[in-house]
């Protein structure tokens, strides 16, 4: 902290929201109020600059709509009809229902239900695993964002790390493969940039013409769902040309001939229409990514919003193995820095998985409208208890959510900064303090840099953070185990405490001095310049035991995915400017810029559903309809639309989510949720 003048001080801090960059800002402070929160102009990676959603986060703290009380539901659910209540009568009825719900069903008819809204190390995940734990209460499965990328990669590497994205610099070929950069990981683009400056050639892969593609030097467009085929297609010409490092591959990778009988499979002429690339420019890409030195693969997590979303990560994976990448500063694969992180932070002390009953039944996130409708699911699911998440609003399905979370018999306990759109069917809303009102240590999945998060004004109104909420119910329920109420102090320390080499000299201290510290990771680092593979054979897996263990094909391919339906078309609909996921649509500010909500089509796509541009247009499939405004651009190729995710209004003003277009499709393995494979009909709005 810096005291100035007038009373005035700064305070040291860092976004915790659920993106890469955790960029480090200061807020100005006077009286209690905070007057200004900017970027931290010392962070080397984030060079003192937020985003366009960031940039007015005060709106945010300050909103009219900022929950300031505990809330008890008295209108129907889902109108959004509440009472103020105490902290002490709330969490006396919130424990009470749940001591007779465990009576009667048992605690696994209680599951908590969170995901990443605020991503700092103690907030995200501490006392409420405990607590939860000691419980018995259902587990969650959350696998909504991250988990497919780091299991597939693992099939291939044995673990999600990648290349530092600093060294990004040293990179001679950048594929920003199924990423928009400049939208979703901003501070990534001045490396990439200096790269370009350095003599990189930047390649975007991705369906949509993005803001990035546009940046590129080389867009290609290629059909959803079909990047592991491309993949595939690239290594049939890398053996067919021998660009291959066989001394790399014969030391330190397992299945070469397995690998070279498959790709045969892949020749560019077989692949160009289900890639929807023309044969020169797979033959191009190939030459180039596999002569150019160093050549690097950056994906993200748009692939992993597919069924074969695994297969992709762990097929793209393939490939800087093949050609030896590794081997050069720069080169390689980078993806989440989160991999590192997580194992260097000790979040399992914070956790405490061992307090879990292994017979208790774990459930996937994405299911979760199913799960609240089910008949079969025994114990019932009686209550919720959410937090983190949006679920009405980030989950596929959304109509089975809604008719889930109106049931009668369902008891909902949502601790959030708004009375979100899920909220609204809840028993209780907890109010929860924003970033600038509790305290963190937060990691990065965007880079190798530690940062602490300072409160800088007191918790608005009676809001609390989610430590504090979960010591609050500790309380409430009886519980007298010691860990549920560690201070955050504690925690933080706790999370330090793992005695990993990357955290030597970083301490608690030091970071509330500085705010953040780099992890002492080694600036060239290339994780498997050597091998070092952490899979089953200690060899990168062209050919893995493990997915065969798991009646999984065992070799690379182009996995399975499905083709849209005769008059479908693939609705894309990724992340958004100025919305971060479901947060910042109601604040005026970011609801302007975005607009209404859109669907973009081509030309083709227009004239075979006869729509037109600026009209509405109703877009439809058998899960859910919604009114969008039609654009039509060259940006979308034929067969694909785009709609953003987040919280766009509709003509009409009603808040609307792409997820009612959406289904819980599996990904292949990890877990995860195929978003992306949602197909839908476009017919015309006829005026009203
Ligand atoms: N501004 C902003 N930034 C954010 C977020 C936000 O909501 N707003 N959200 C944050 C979160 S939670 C995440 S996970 C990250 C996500 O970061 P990214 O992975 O960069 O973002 P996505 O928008 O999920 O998808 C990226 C791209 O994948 C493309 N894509 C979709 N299907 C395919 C395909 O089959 N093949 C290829 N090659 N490309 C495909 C989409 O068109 C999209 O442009 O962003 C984070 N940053
Ligand atoms: N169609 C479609 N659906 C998607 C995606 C997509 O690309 N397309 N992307 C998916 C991905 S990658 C992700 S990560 C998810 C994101 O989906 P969500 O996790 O639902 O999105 P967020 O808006 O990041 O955060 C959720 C909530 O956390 C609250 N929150 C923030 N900080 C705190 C806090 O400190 N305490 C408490 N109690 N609450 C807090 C916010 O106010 C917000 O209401 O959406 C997924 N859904
Ligand atoms: S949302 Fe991402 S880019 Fe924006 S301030 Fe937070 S960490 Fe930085
Ligand atoms: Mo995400």
């Not at 905070?34 to 945010?60: M, Q, S």
Request: glycine fraction near 8%; charge should be negative.
């Amino acid at each position: 902290m810096q005291i100035l003048g007038n009373d005035t001080k700064i305070v040291r801090g860092a976004c915790g929201h659920d993106c890469p960059d955790t960029c480090s800002w200061l807020v100005e402070v006077r009286d209690g109020k905070a007057l200004r929160l900017f970027g931290n102009p010392d962070h080397p990676f984030t060079r003192g600059t937020l985003c366009a959603k960031v940039n007015h986060y005060l709106e945010r703290v300050y909103h009219s709509e900022r929950l300031h009380y505990p809330l008890k539901r008295v209108g129907p659910k889902g109108e959004g009809k509440f009472v103020r209540v105490t902290w002490e009568d709330a969490l006396r009825d919130v424990a009470g229902q749940w001591h007779k719900i465990i009576a009667e069903s048992g605690s696994e008819a209680i599951m908590p239900y969170s995901s990443a809204g605020n991503q700092g190390l103690i907030q995200v995940a501490s006392l409420d695993r405990r607590l939860f734990a000691l419980l018995g209460c259902t587990q969650l499965e959350r696998s909504i964002c991250g988990e497919v990328p780091v299991s597939g990669l693992a099939a291939t590497q044995g673990n999600g790390f990648g290349v530092d994205p600093e060294e990004l610099v040293h990179s001679r070929y950048i594929i920003l493969w199924g990423t928009n950069t400049i939208v979703t990981n901003l501070h990534l683009w001045p490396v990439i940039a200096e790269a370009r400056a350095n003599g990189a050639k930047i390649v975007v892969i991705d369906p949509i013409r993005t803001r990035t593609a546009e940046k590129g030097d080389w867009h290609i467009p290629i059909r959803p769902g079909s990047d592991a085929t491309l993949a595939m297609s690239l290594m049939h010409i890398i053996i067919r040309e021998n660009w291959v490092d066989h001394d790399f591959v014969e030391r330190h990778a397992l299945g070469y001939e397995a690998l070279c009988e498959r790709v045969k499979e892949y020749a560019p002429e077989r692949v160009t229409r289900k890639v929807g690339i023309p044969v020169e420019d797979i033959e191009k890409l190939a030459q180039e990514y596999a002569t150019t030195t160093p050549s690097l693969i950056r994906p993200l997590i748009g692939l992993e919003h597919h069924q074969n979303g695994a297969m992709m990560f762990r097929t793209l994976a393939c490939l800087p193995v093949l050609i030896g990448a590794w081997k050069h500063r720069g080169g390689g694969l980078s993806r989440s820095t989160g991999a590192i992180q997580y194992s260097t932070l000790n979040h399992r002390r914070l956790s405490m998985p061992e307090l879990q009953r292994p017979e208790v039944r774990t459930l996937n996130m994405r299911d979760l409208g199913q799960l609240l409708c089910s008949k079969e699911l025994t114990p019932p699911l009686r209550s919720l208890c959410i937090w983190n998440v949006n679920p009405v609003v980030s989950i596929p399905n959304q109509a089975k959510i809604i008719e889930g979370l109106k049931r009668e018999d369902l008891f909902t306990v949502v601790h959030d900064l708004f009375v979100t759109e899920t909220a609204k069917y809840a028993d209780y809303v907890f109010p929860a303090t924003s970033q600038i009102e509790c305290m963190d240590i937060v990691p990065a999945w965007g880079h190798h840099y530690l940062s602490l998060n300072l409160p800088a004004i007191p918790p608005v109104g009676e809001s609390v953070s989610n430590t504090e909420f979960f010591r609050r119910l500790a309380k409430a329920l009886g519980r007298t185990e010691e860990c549920l109420y560690d201070s955050d102090e504690q925690l933080i320390e706790q999370a330090l405490s793992s005695g990993h080499p990357y955290l030597d000299g970083i301490s608690l201290e030091r970071l509330k001095q500085d705010g953040y510290a780099r992890l002492n990771h080694e600036r060239d680092y290339r994780p498997f310049a050597n091998g070092n593979f952490t899979t089953p054979s200690g060899k990168a897996e062209f050919w893995s035991q493990d997915l065969m263990k798991m009646g999984l094909d065992p070799l690379p391919s182009g996995g399975e995915y499905p083709d849209p339906p005769v008059d479908h078309v693939q609705l894309i609909s990724s992340k958004t400017l100025h919305y971060l996921n479901s947060s910042y649509g109601h604040i005026e500010h970011h609801a302007r810029r975005e607009g209404i909500l859109t669907i973009e089509v081509n030309p083709q796509t227009a004239e075979l559903f006869d729509v037109t541009d600026k009209a509405l247009v109703e877009v439809f499939n058998e899960r859910g309809s919604l009114v969008a405004e039609c654009r039509i651009s060259n940006r979308v190729g034929a067969g694909v639309a785009w709609m953003p995710f987040g919280g766009n209004k509709d003509a009409k003003g009603n808040f609307q989510s792409v997820n009612q277009l959406t289904g819980e499709v599996p990904t292949d393995w990890g877990g995860g949720s195929g978003f992306y494979d949602t197909f839908v009909k476009l017919r015309r709005q006829l005026p009203t």
